[in-house]
């Protein structure tokens, strides 16, 4: 249930970390989405730097692929990958 | 301890400008970002030689604009620092897109306001329309009549910004030129005194704090930007009660006590009653002990607080009087002075309501002299149609 204004920090405070694991960013996708060839990734890891979700998901340190629940489509991974591993492709019926 | 500081109290000759720079030396914010140039007023000037000099540790940020100059005191504010900045006029009006964040966001940052006419036609001199377009900010908003009280409201207000119960920003507003470029004897506290009385600000969720992370001015959808507001405006309702404390706290301290929330001057018994924000007040005393030595019983409502508004503390001291004149200096255009407004829906929660009178002065500068203020009363006295707008100093 929604909050009464005093049961809410003040200031629209968002207590606590990676809180944006509960919205969904992934719904509302720009229509292209990021894939990588892993023969050209080499684990750099700029991809997972520069995303503004927490998109790249990475095990022992080696990026393992996106998670598209969360992936809104910037293309930023893409531009700053150095091999360029990432493409981003055209998507058709939303997400 | 209080008697024995005012023993020994020493007062130096300092402008309005200097006198706040004084107060943000001893307030010790650890970030002051500033535009360096005009509108920009002598006291971020003087601010700055004293950082240069090593008198206090601060990190001065220049930055391209005034509302560059904001935003990096939103963000430092969040970041857990004390904050304070100084503008006026055009630069305010820059600022006034995150001085609303600012509120919303309840950082309690300081800004000393030189307030000066606003563009068009282009003008550097005082009135109040800068402050005025800023009254909606969410900013707690206190007007000094001279350069001690521009230095003492300024270390009473920035305790009152920081206080759990208000956490709003506060703009403490001197008259431009009037007060920010005019020197008087102002008594300073020793600098122990008023680091004593501030204490450290503790932020509520500091964003340097990793160990508890925080989302800080998220998007607020129609489901939760209500209720937000609504939290701006208990705390706005929690200032008149800290600052009625504060000022007993900083009385003991100064000597000097602010008491209430507007200066009441030979109030008691007048009939007739003159309601002024900024350095005209001392004009108006003027004014009035000319008039009372011609038995005329008219006395002064200064206040200090504009925002919030103490509409139930004025509406008790102008009941019952016979007419009251609101001097505004700024335009509403198309409606009254903001202070006629305010005092004219103040006096809704009473039954014996004064005449009130509308004087629109000293716009872009224009000079106000004694006479002209002592000739208000004769409308007053003579039951002048109060359904106008007057204009004093005005060629027509
Ligand atoms: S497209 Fe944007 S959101 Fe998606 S993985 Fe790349 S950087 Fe992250
Ligand atoms: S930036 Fe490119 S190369 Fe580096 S980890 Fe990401 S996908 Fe691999």
Redesign the pocket.
């Given at each position: 249930m929604l909050k009464r204004y005093q049961e809410l920090p003040i200031g629209g405070v968002v207590v606590g970390g990676a809180t944006p694991q509960l919205v969904k960013t992934g719904s509302w996708r720009s229509g292209q989405k990021p894939v990588?060839d892993q023969q050209?990734?080499?684990?750099?890891?700029?991809?997972?730097v520069h995303c503004p979700e927490a998109t790249?998901l990475i095990e022992r340190g080696q990026?393992r692929g996106f998670d598209y629940e969360h992936c809104k489509g910037c293309g930023l991974?893409a531009e700053?990958?150095?091999?360029?591993?990432?493409q981003m492709l055209k998507e058709t019926g939303g997400s | 301890m209080a008697l024995k500081m005012l023993e020994r109290e020493e007062r130096t000759l300092l402008t309005g400008a200097e006198a706040a720079a004084h107060a943000m030396r001893q307030l010790r914010p650890a970030v002051v970002p500033v535009y360096p140039i005009t509108p920009q007023t002598p006291i971020i000037e003087t601010f700055a030689q004293f950082v240069a000099d090593g008198l206090v540790d601060t990190e001065i940020i220049n930055v391209e604009s005034e509302h560059s100059a904001m935003s990096a005191a939103v963000g430092a504010s969040c970041a857990g620092a004390r904050v304070l900045t100084a503008t006026s006029s055009q630069g305010l009006a820059l600022m006034l897109e995150i001085c609303y964040i600012a509120s919303a966001m309840r950082c309690p940052i300081g800004m000393a306001v030189g307030s000066r006419a606003l563009s068009g036609p282009i003008n550097i001199h005082c009135d109040h329309s800068d402050s005025m377009m800023a009254r909606d900010a969410g900013w707690i908003q206190i007007f000094c009549e001279n350069a001690q009280e521009a230095y003492d409201l300024s270390v009473v207000g920035q305790r009152l910004a920081e206080d759990g119960r208000v956490l709003l920003p506060v703009m403490t507003i001197q008259d431009g030129f009037t007060i920010t470029h005019s020197a008087e004897p102002v008594a300073l506290l020793p600098d122990d005194a008023v680091a004593e009385f501030v204490g450290e600000y503790q932020a509520l969720y500091p964003l340097l704090d990793t160990d508890h992370p925080t989302t800080q001015g998220p998007f607020a959808l129609p489901d939760y930007y209500f209720e937000i507001k609504r939290q701006q405006v208990d705390a706005m309702a929690n200032v008149g009660g800290v600052w009625s404390e504060l000022q007993e706290e900083f009385a003991k301290l100064s000597g000097r006590y602010y008491r209430g929330v507007f200066e009441a001057y030979k109030l008691d018994d007048a009939d007739y009653v003159y309601v002024i924000l900024g350095a005209t007040a001392g004009t108006a005393k003027v004014a009035i002990d000319r008039l009372r030595r011609q038995r005329k019983r008219v006395g002064l409502l200064k206040l200090w607080l504009f925002r919030p508004f103490p509409a139930r503390e004025i509406a008790q001291a102008l009941q019952g009087r016979k007419a009251v004149a609101i001097l505004d200096r700024a335009l509403s255009l198309g409606s009254w002075g903001p202070l006629y407004s305010e005092i004219s829906a103040a006096l809704n929660a009473i039954s014996a309501r004064p005449v009130l009178y509308n004087y629109i002065y000293g716009l872009g500068g224009r000079d106000i002299r004694p006479e002209q203020l002592m000739s208000i009363v004769n409308d007053l006295e003579c039951e002048a149609n109060a359904d106008v707008q007057r204009f004093i100093g005005l060629r027509e």
């Amino acid at each position: 249930m929604l909050k009464r204004y005093q049961e809410l920090p003040i200031g629209g405070v968002v207590v606590g970390g990676a809180t944006p694991q509960l919205v969904k960013t992934g719904s509302w996708r720009s229509g292209q989405k990021p894939v990588y060839d892993q023969q050209r990734c080499i684990h750099c890891l700029l991809c997972w730097v520069h995303c503004p979700e927490a998109t790249i998901l990475i095990e022992r340190g080696q990026m393992r692929g996106f998670d598209y629940e969360h992936c809104k489509g910037c293309g930023l991974c893409a531009e700053h990958c150095p091999t360029g591993a990432i493409q981003m492709l055209k998507e058709t019926g939303g997400s | 301890m209080a008697l024995k500081m005012l023993e020994r109290e020493e007062r130096t000759l300092l402008t309005g400008a200097e006198a706040a720079a004084h107060a943000m030396r001893q307030l010790r914010p650890a970030v002051v970002p500033v535009y360096p140039i005009t509108p920009q007023t002598p006291i971020i000037e003087t601010f700055a030689q004293f950082v240069a000099d090593g008198l206090v540790d601060t990190e001065i940020i220049n930055v391209e604009s005034e509302h560059s100059a904001m935003s990096a005191a939103v963000g430092a504010s969040c970041a857990g620092a004390r904050v304070l900045t100084a503008t006026s006029s055009q630069g305010l009006a820059l600022m006034l897109e995150i001085c609303y964040i600012a509120s919303a966001m309840r950082c309690p940052i300081g800004m000393a306001v030189g307030s000066r006419a606003l563009s068009g036609p282009i003008n550097i001199h005082c009135d109040h329309s800068d402050s005025m377009m800023a009254r909606d900010a969410g900013w707690i908003q206190i007007f000094c009549e001279n350069a001690q009280e521009a230095y003492d409201l300024s270390v009473v207000g920035q305790r009152l910004a920081e206080d759990g119960r208000v956490l709003l920003p506060v703009m403490t507003i001197q008259d431009g030129f009037t007060i920010t470029h005019s020197a008087e004897p102002v008594a300073l506290l020793p600098d122990d005194a008023v680091a004593e009385f501030v204490g450290e600000y503790q932020a509520l969720y500091p964003l340097l704090d990793t160990d508890h992370p925080t989302t800080q001015g998220p998007f607020a959808l129609p489901d939760y930007y209500f209720e937000i507001k609504r939290q701006q405006v208990d705390a706005m309702a929690n200032v008149g009660g800290v600052w009625s404390e504060l000022q007993e706290e900083f009385a003991k301290l100064s000597g000097r006590y602010y008491r209430g929330v507007f200066e009441a001057y030979k109030l008691d018994d007048a009939d007739y009653v003159y309601v002024i924000l900024g350095a005209t007040a001392g004009t108006a005393k003027v004014a009035i002990d000319r008039l009372r030595r011609q038995r005329k019983r008219v006395g002064l409502l200064k206040l200090w607080l504009f925002r919030p508004f103490p509409a139930r503390e004025i509406a008790q001291a102008l009941q019952g009087r016979k007419a009251v004149a609101i001097l505004d200096r700024a335009l509403s255009l198309g409606s009254w002075g903001p202070l006629y407004s305010e005092i004219s829906a103040a006096l809704n929660a009473i039954s014996a309501r004064p005449v009130l009178y509308n004087y629109i002065y000293g716009l872009g500068g224009r000079d106000i002299r004694p006479e002209q203020l002592m000739s208000i009363v004769n409308d007053l006295e003579c039951e002048a149609n109060a359904d106008v707008q007057r204009f004093i100093g005005l060629r027509e």
